[in-house]
């Protein structure tokens, strides 16, 4: 079989690197491409260098050059970028993994629409350990539905400029999903002042950001005399761009449609 042609955008970002390092290790796919913005220093550099490799490819910013004869883009950049690159790749039939965070409602239908013209992975984290998580907090709020109060902790990097994270509101959606509520109808997304008493069907959410913590959530199940805690620990950026290798190769044979990390691992 061939090797399926990727690029990688955002290429000289934190995950950017490790997604080159992990795309030149694998052996069953080959680097085809690498996006930067326009004004980086990286342009015209070679993605691997700083692995002290050559890849063959040139860091673009043109998605005409950066793009040809790639099968698949991917891309953990900013939602203006993703969403500049989900076009081009919608109409010329470029497939997509998508990890970027922070996108809003309208970034989302965009996705959503590109996803009619092409196949996309779009999920907030490529873990196999946060993506079993999702499922344990599915189960586990069911039976503290009642009694139990629920936040969601998350801790990364002194660089990230979303918050929530992505991977922290997915959790508050599987919980609220699984009590029958709506997010955005039970969401605490701060607390400062004089708050009054907690609402017992809200989900609140805690923000840390510091040093160089690459993603901490703990989801707190708090009721009278016990507390529960279910948490994830990324001790290494190498989990995200496995499970984005990983979802490529399951885009392999799909045309068209929108998926997550729980279709690449048949958590559904
Ligand atoms: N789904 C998952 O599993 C994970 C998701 N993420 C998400 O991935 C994204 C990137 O994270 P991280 O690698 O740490 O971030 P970095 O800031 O390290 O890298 C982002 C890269 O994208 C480039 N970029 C910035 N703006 C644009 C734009 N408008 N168009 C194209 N490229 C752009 C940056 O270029 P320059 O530096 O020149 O500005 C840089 O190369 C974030 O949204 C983060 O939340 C992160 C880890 C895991
Ligand atoms: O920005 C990051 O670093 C991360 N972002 C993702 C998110 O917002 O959930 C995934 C991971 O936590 C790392």
Known sequence: MTP????????????????????????????????????????????????????GVAIESDLARGLAGVDLLIDFTRPEGTLRHAEYCAAHGIKMVIGTTGFDEAGKAAIADAAKRTAIMFAPNMSVGVNVTLKLLEMAAKSFSEGYDIEIIEAHHRHKVDAPSGTAIKMGEVIAGALGRKLDDVAVWAREGVTGARDPSSIGFATIRGGDIIGDHTVLFAGMGERIEISHKSSSRVSYAHGSVRAARFLADKATGLFDMQDVLGLK
Do not use: C, Q, W, Y
């Not at 997604?19 to 220093?41: F, H, K, Q, W």
């Open 4 to 55: 399926m042609k990727l690029a990688v955008a955002g290429a000289s970002g934190r995950m950017g690197r490790m997604l080159i390092e992990t795309i030149l290790n694998a052996g069953d796919v080959t680097l085809a491409g690498a996006l930067d913005v326009p004004g980086s220093p990286a342009l015209g550099t070679d993605p691997a260098a700083f692995l002290g490799k050559s890849s």
